[in-house]
């Protein structure tokens, strides 16, 4: 069977490997005094709140399962666009708002609708691995910026500019960012805003951790810089709710009729249950329980941070949003007897793994610049399993 290159550039997606190692793993460790303590999974250990849950068994209880409008259904938009005005004061009106099945789909749309073949996106190095894939799906290539820890791991101004060229069609980053947790100096995005407005460009913001924000000086969305910014979001991670497939976008209105033709034909709609539950979301308790597992995921950051720190993995910039650390194995991978060098991280990952049981995930399916020095941990994992993890990175590392 023959497969296209678009599929073919696809590339794989090395994080499984290291999941499903860990999976085996856990089979066999299960009833032994050392579990495997899972810090790879980038997504919450909470699931949706009783009232969500309330609201997505009455839809199937009362038959509200056909297909919606392909934008969505008209109340779940006019509610987000009333989230963004009690929590961001914003105005967002809701038909710029278009519901998907997750940020992947929105992203998908985005790059359909916008990419033609052979443009190119920038991005930084590191980023979220999907989001060069749903670029080159449109068949557009990701131009990786190396971004370091000045840059909070995210583009300058400066940089796009230099690398702008013929080809290059708009700049897509995370913020905050899988996988470093760091979000977008606000001045610099403006910034970087600017210069791809001046050459008729996109700016595209993957807003999916933005719920999960734990400091006022980074927690704006960039709709509140300028209504061309397109806005990326998703229930997923703030929500808690990564399996029921929903996320949304905010575009331009001129966009709006492009995307809704694109998603009719594509999707048809997102789920039609998920967004019925959806509506809860945003009940004053559905809310207070969300702001209660955001203070629950900073503190996890704030004990698991300085923690890995004194351990010497260090993380130069603390993250201030979603729940990971983006650290720098490099200096204490001697110690579990791996060498420095080309395959460190993805090394050290496994050695972490098979001496203390702990599941990371490797740097390298999140770019080429300084990836193989770097591994991900995930914080979405409870207080007393962090607080086991560096017990036995202590006993090997310390
Ligand atoms: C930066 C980023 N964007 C998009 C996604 C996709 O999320 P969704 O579950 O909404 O499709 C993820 C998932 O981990 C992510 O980390």
Aim: aromatic residues 8%.
């Amino acid at each position: 069977m023959q497969f296209s290159t678009r599929a073919q550039r696809i590339e794989p997606f090395y994080v499984m490997e290291v999941a499903k190692a860990a999976q085996a793993l856990a089979r066999e460790v299960a009833h032994t005094d050392q579990p495997v303590i899972f810090l790879n999974i980038g997504e919450p250990d909470f699931t949706a709140p009783a009232l969500v849950q309330e609201a997505a068994a009455r839809a199937i209880g009362s038959g509200a399962t056909q297909y919606t409008n392909a934008l969505g259904l008209e109340p779940l938009r006019e509610a987000i666009s009333g989230w963004y005005a009690s929590r961001f004061g914003v105005d967002v009106p809701a038909r710029r708002i278009v519901v998907t099945a997750g940020a992947s789909a929105a992203l998908q749309l985005a790059c359909l609708a916008l990419i033609e073949a052979g443009d190119e996106i920038l991005m930084p190095d590191p980023s979220y691995p999907c989001n060069r894939h749903f670029v080159s799906a449109a068949e557009g290539s990701a131009k990786l910026i190396p971004s370091g820890a000045a840059e909070r791991f995210q583009l300058s101004a400066a940089q796009v500019q230099a690398h702008w060229g013929d080809k290059t069609r708009g700049v897509l980053l995370a913020s905050p960012s899988n996988p470093t947790g760091t979000s977008i100096d606000p001045t610099e995005l403006r910034r970087i805003h600017e210069v791809v407005k001046s050459k008729g460009g996109i700016t595209i913001v993957d807003e999916i951790y933005l719920g999960l924000s734990y400091d006022d000086a980074f927690g704006q969305t960039a709709l509140a810089m300028d209504d061309d910014i397109i806005s990326i979001n998703s229930f997923s991670k703030y929500f808690n709710m990564t399996g029921w497939r929903l996320g949304w976008m905010v575009v331009p209105d001129a966009m709006v009729p492009v995307v809704e033709r694109l998603a009719q034909n594509l999707f048809i709609c997102a789920s039609t249950i998920s967004q019925h539950a959806a509506l809860a979301c945003f009940a004053p308790e559905s809310i207070a329980e969300f702001e209660r597992r955001r203070a629950e995921f900073k503190a996890r950051r704030d004990y698991f941070l300085p923690q890995l720190n004194r351990l010497g993995l260090s993380v130069p910039v603390m993250p201030d949003g979603a729940f990971y650390a983006w650290a720098d194995c490099s200096q204490m991978a001697h110690k579990l007897c791996v060498a420095p060098g080309a395959n460190c991280s993805w090394d050290f990952a496994h050695a972490l793994l098979q001496q203390a049981h702990i599941a990371a995930t490797p740097g390298r399916d999140f770019g080429t610049a300084d990836t193989a020095r770097h591994i991900r941990f995930s914080t979405a994992n409870s207080m007393a399993q962090l607080q086991e993890a560096v017990a036995r990175m202590e006993r090997l590392l310390g």
